[in-house]
């Protein structure tokens, strides 16, 4: 039976994998992708803030639809059950173009794809034709429920429909403040599960339940900005700002017991927006070969 929730987004598009790809190969994926796209990126007043924020509600949508294989087998049934968007041809023809977008291009090549990634606004997706997130913005305005405002899953307006959530869990129904939550919740569960893994694999957390900080993370933390010293002085006891200026960042760790993640999200935006950088450059790095 066809979904209510209308046409689903095509959300292999959106994190670039073929309708094939494996469970590995979709994880992956949703790590470039979220680096990309990633709202902190960018400051709180930057003109792209919002539209970065939507893509990267779509971006996790898209990793909680496919990355279960329960929710993965139900939304191909609803795709076929939909004719396919002609949209795509559209928009490279004589529609919105891939190439022109204020996000970044379409390029394919490992030095584009070097390059948008470090731009403070760029996305860099290769789609080949048409714009995936720009579909699914007009496919679930279309929708019925649809059309909400781009208010962010963690601030305080309205909250943008989401095709996954509406289907999966009704989640567009009655109590929208329990709704907006708990799908706030599951997306930075999502993003901050990876976000760990990725530094693990960098050595910049420890291996095993709680993820905290290694010497490499405060390491990296300390050479970005004074800000960022003042927070580990802070959340550090004992620790005194000379000991954070010399050499000696390698054998901090946080006596709390914070996870990474937890350190993450309670640094200056800025401190934010260039460890993000820094992971995306790695990993991304990483995905072309060089």
Do not use: C
């Amino acid at each position: 039976m066809a979904s209510k929730a209308g046409r689903p987004p095509n959300y292999y598009a959106i994190l670039e994998v073929s309708e094939t790809a494996k469970t590995s190969q979709i994880r992956d994926a949703y790590k470039r992708a979220a680096l990309k796209t990633h709202p902190d990126r960018v400051p709180a007043d930057h003109p792209d803030r919002a539209e970065r924020t939507r893509r990267f509600q779509l971006v996790n949508d898209a990793y909680y639809t496919l990355s279960d294989a329960t929710r993965r087998r139900e939304y191909d049934v609803q795709r076929k059950l939909f004719p396919s968007s002609s949209s795509s041809s559209s928009r490279t023809s004589g529609g919105r173009p891939s190439s022109s977008s204020s996000f970044g291009g379409g390029g394919t090549s490992s030095q584009q794809q070097q390059q948008q990634q470090h731009m403070p606004g760029g996305f860099g997706f290769a789609t080949g034709g048409g714009d995936p997130f720009a579909e699914a913005e007009e496919e679930e305005a279309a929708a019925p429920g649809g059309g909400g405002g781009g208010g962010g899953m963690g601030g305080g307006g309205s909250m943008p429909f989401s095709w996954a959530w509406d289907f999966f869990t009704g989640g567009q129904g009655a109590g929208q403040e329990d709704a907006r939550q708990e799908r706030a919740k599951t997306e930075d569960e999502q993003f901050a599960d990876v976000f760990e893994e990725m530094l693990r694999e960098e050595g910049m957390a420890e291996q095993g339940p709680g993820a905290t900080p290694t010497g490499s993370f405060w390491g990296m933390l300390g050479g970005l900005s004074g800000g960022a010293l003042g927070f580990i002085v802070a959340n550090v006891p004992g620790l005194v700002a000379g000991a954070v200026a010399g050499n000696r960042l390698g054998a901090v760790r946080d006596a709390k017991g914070k996870s990474v993640y937890a350190v993450f999200q309670g640094l200056p935006q800025t401190d934010r927006a260039r460890l993000l950088s820094q992971m995306a450059a790695r990993v991304l790095s990483h995905a072309v070969g060089v």
